[in-house]
């Protein structure tokens, strides 16, 4: 239903990676139910689509960066180079965890842990990604389109549930009342994104305006919308030189 209103109200020329990543997790989703679970096939689907998704996941949180930093341009591209190096630097962790646990003669290494160590790697990062730009959000009044709102509100509620998630059930992997727990309360979430998305996003949406952050003392949101542009400027100053 959200994809369908995204393609309806015409937004996905807007919002192509939050789009082509709900396709991509609503299709993997639709296969990985084909595939009979505890099976070699299902673990080799599992690591890639959650490869896929991860991937895709990295650029959307560059997008989202850009959008709620959009009318400070120099710091929006400051922000997207900066969630680029550091979820490369993250990505390559594990492989230097491997290199240096696998060194001795004759040793191997379990790739399911390897995997797992490399997908909370990346999904902590891009946690604390979001968890960076709400703050910035939160602190500073900066005004966007009513749509940027409401995708990034739920993204960053989506992401991080998916990330705690990901996190507790690698805490208990031989126990399946404690993972069932924790991917029924992981569902329940995304269904409330799902909603707020459908009801939220709309094609007037574009056009109307909220202001986000520090609206209850007017004389600190001035003064903090000034140091914004300072900073926006001086960016923009030392990219130039």
């Known amino acids: 239903a959200v994809l369908l209103r995204l393609w309806a109200g015409e937004l996905i020329r807007v919002y192509r990676l ?5 396709t991509a997790d609503f ?27 991860i991937l895709i996941a990295s650029f959307l949180v560059r997008e989202i960066y850009s959008l709620a930093l959009e009318n400070t341009p120099a710091l929006a591209r400051y922000g997207r180079n900066a969630v680029g190096y550091i979820l490369g630097a993250a990505a390559a962790i594990p492989c230097i965890v491997v290199l240096v646990d696998s060194s001795g003669p004759g040793k191997t290494y379990n790739f399911r842990r390897l995997y797992f160590m490399f997908e909370q790697t990346m999904d902590g990062t891009i946690a604390i990604f979001l968890i960076i730009i709400s703050v910035f959000m939160a602190r500073f009044p900066v005004r966007l389109r009513r749509n940027v709102v409401v995708y990034i509100s ?21 126990d399946r009342t404690a993972v069932a727990a924790i991917g029924a309360v992981q569902m329940y979430a995304e269904v409330g994104c799902l909603l707020f998305w459908l009801i939220g996003l709309r094609r007037e949406g574009e056009s109307r ?6 609206l209850w003392n007017r004389a600190e949101a001035e003064r903090l919308t000034d140091q914004l542009d300072a900073i926006n400027r001086s960016l923009e100053r030392l990219r130039r030189k």
């Open 209 to 214: 305006t909220a202001v986000v952050g520090h």
């Open 27 to 53: 299709l993997l989703s639709l296969i990985g139910l084909r595939i009979p679970y505890n099976t070699d096939l299902y673990g080799q689907f599992y690591f890639t689509a959650q490869t896929v998704k």
């Open 18 to 22: 939050f789009f082509f990543y709900l």
């Open 154 to 174: 739920g993204f960053i509620v989506w992401s991080m549930t998916r990330s705690v998630a990901m996190f507790a059930a690698n805490r208990f992997p031989g």
